[in-house]
Each structure stands twice: as C-alpha cells, then as structure tokens.
C-alpha cells in the first residue's frame, strides 16, 4: 500500500480539531515533541482512534532543545549498563541505516589525552568496545591520533594541553524535522494532529 504525504495546514488543523470533538478517542496525547508525537504514532500503527495536540509546533520544548544527538551513551559505558548502551547503538544504526537516513549523520568527536600510556589504553579500550556493541553500522570505527594529527583535525587545541586524542563517532538527527516526520506520519495513519 502505498502512501501519500499528508499536509499539515491550517485546513488539515481545522479537520483534525472537529474530528477529536465528534467521538471519544482512545488515545490522546498532549504535547507534540519527539515523545508525543511517536506515541501518537505507535498508538495510529495500531488502529486506535488517536488525537495529539501541541500548544505551539512540533518539537517547539525540550524536542528542540536536544544536543541532537543520537548515540548509544560512552558514558554508560564506565558505569558497566552494557545492555542499555547496546540497545541504545542498536537504535542510532536503525535511525542512521533505515528508519530516517535522510535526517541522520555520523558526526565525529575528538577525545584529547593528557597521559601518555595508561589513559590511551584505557579510553581506546572503551571506545573499541563501543565500536564492538554498536557494530559496523553507520558509522566509522575511532582511530588513535598523534599531538600532530589532533592539531591539524582541531587547531584551535592548546599544543601544551595534550599528547594525543582518540576520535570516535556518534550519530546526529535534525531532531525538529524528525518530530514533524513523526506527526506527519501519524496523521498519515490516521490520527487526528493539531497544534
């Protein structure tokens, strides 16, 4: 079956607005960020009568106000969460290999060292093993870089501040046109969207 994109105008506003008020609905969510808009999602996909209503636009609160980030979490990584930061990596190569692709990039970090030995082995064998759970999926492996190499990838880096650096690789969402995606989608399915 194929579908066609569904505008979300003032007209569409107007239908969805009526529509809420002529039977009870099964599910209505309030507040249309990235949360609300796919639960209103979810509950369209599963046949229910669904409204979702959004005082201001799509993503307008804490949506857009996100690091934009979508990543597996390197810092649950320490704290030993194994399970959450393989289902977390599991989640950035959907987005970035499936589900939204256009909206999705690796973007590179860079994690300068300050010791020579004990610091490399102990970040490299955390960001390997990041690269481990999250696979070869849609982003570059991280690669060990010299003072030299740092520098030229940063030049605004202190030379005096470190010896080296790792860079890795997260994924990042245009979050705000993600959410409208996501209502769009809904209302695509049925459910009756309104801001």
Known sequence: MSRTAVRLDPQQRADALREMTREPLDVLVIGGGVVGAGAALDAATRGLRVGLVEAR?????TSSRSSKLVHGGLRYLEQL???LVREALRERSLILNRLCPHLARPVPFLYPLTHRVWERFYVGSGVLLYDTLGGRHGVPSHRH???RQALREFPSLRKDALVGAIQYYDGQIDDARHTMMLAR?????????AT
């Not at 636009?57 to 609160?61: I, N, Q, S, W």
């Not at 989608?185 to 009756?192: E, I, L």
């Open 185 to 193: 989608t809904a209302a695509d399915y049925g459910a009756h969207v």
């Open 81 to 83: 969460d194994f399970g």
């Open 145 to 147: 870089l010299t003072r």
């Open 57 to 61: 636009d799509y993503a307008a609160g």
